[in-house]
């Protein structure tokens, strides 16, 4: 068959790498970059790192509103699927580049394919809920991560070809942590002891874009004492240039770096000693490498990271987040909720009795 995948953002990328390795043993694909992530830290870096192929279009649509944004990606994807006339196309998670991808295929009568289905916040505010909740509702084969997002996608009456068949992100953590952790120099470099620091990423709008949110996480991360690495996105310098917060940073025990590549991350992810951070796939990795996680958020798609008590939601209340970095310690084992790494080889096995 011939396989169109569609990415543009950092954790499409991710799963990008062990999905088209699969891909691309039975079958022709084309790629699609939207340009969604236009930074090298954000983008280009990972090509190189996952051993992904340069992608066969980048579309450069860069950054602007979600409605500038999709409706460019929405007029260049058509063009390009016009163009390629795939058999299918493949969209994951819940970005602009994954709804634009969505309806570009649906409208043209083209047969859709979504990469973690089911995955629900409840919360329509949050530009990602309604992404999902379109693309799961115009898709022709819906790939689960788990039973929780397969008994979503049947409350709301999708219920043929729903296939649970674990978690991609999974795959490409145990296809690459072994090689990060022999590449990757990252502790050594800022100076860091193993389980003694601990990690944040802060790049959702909803706190980056309120001033207020955002000055409360930062002064959470200030008055902690402890040691915590900012690895700061790009969104998120902005805004902490634009509200005047980096002078409280500098002036703490808060280390602020740029963007790190994906096998510095895993590196820092394992070897924290908890995780806060407002970004779903930072949570599924915390909770794989078994790090206390600290969700920057009022609501997690991946709530079974919460039943299990190794997530807890804060939003962006100082006092809460100040309270989980001191008292929040998880101690019993885990549960295997998000598959055994082998999610890439099942959904390529399913795509190919789909036609």
Known sequence: ?????????????????????????????????????????????????????????????????????????????????????????????????????????????????????????????????????????????????????????????????????????????????????????ILLDLRLNKKGYMLATVHRASNTDNGENLKNIVEAFADSKEKIVFPVHPRTDKCLKKYGLYGKLKSSNVMVTGPVGYMDMLVLEKNSRKILTDSGGVQKEAYYFGVPCITLRDSTEWTETIEDKWNVLTGADKRKITGAIKKFNPRHSQKEKYGSGKASEKIVRILGNSI
């Open 1 to 185: 068959m011939k396989i169109l995948s569609v990415i543009g953002a950092r954790p499409e990328f991710v799963k990008e790498g062990p999905l088209s390795r699969e891909l691309r043993k039975r079958h022709t694909e084309i790629t699609v970059h939207t340009g969604q992530h236009y930074d090298y830290e954000m983008s280009k870096v990972f090509f190189g790192e996952l051993k992904i192929p340069e992608p066969d279009y980048n579309l450069e649509i860069g950054s602007g509103t979600h409605g500038k944004q999709t409706g460019e990606m929405l007029i260049k994807l058509e063009e390009v699927f016009l163009k390629e006339k795939p058999d299918i196309v493949i969209v994951a998670g819940d970005t602009n580049t994954t709804i634009a991808g969505a309806l570009a295929a649906s409208k043209l009568g083209i047969k859709l394919a979504h990469i973690e289905s089911g995955m629900r916040s409840f919360d329509r505010t949050m530009p990602e809920e309604i992404n999902r909740i379109v693309t799961d509702h115009v898709s022709d084969i819906l790939f689960c991560s788990t039973r929780t997002a397969e008994s979503n996608l049947h409350t709301e009456g999708i219920r043929k070809n729903v296939f649970v068949v674990g978690d991609v992100m999974i795959d490409a953590i145990k296809e690459n942590l072994r090689l990060a952790e022999k590449k990757s120099g």
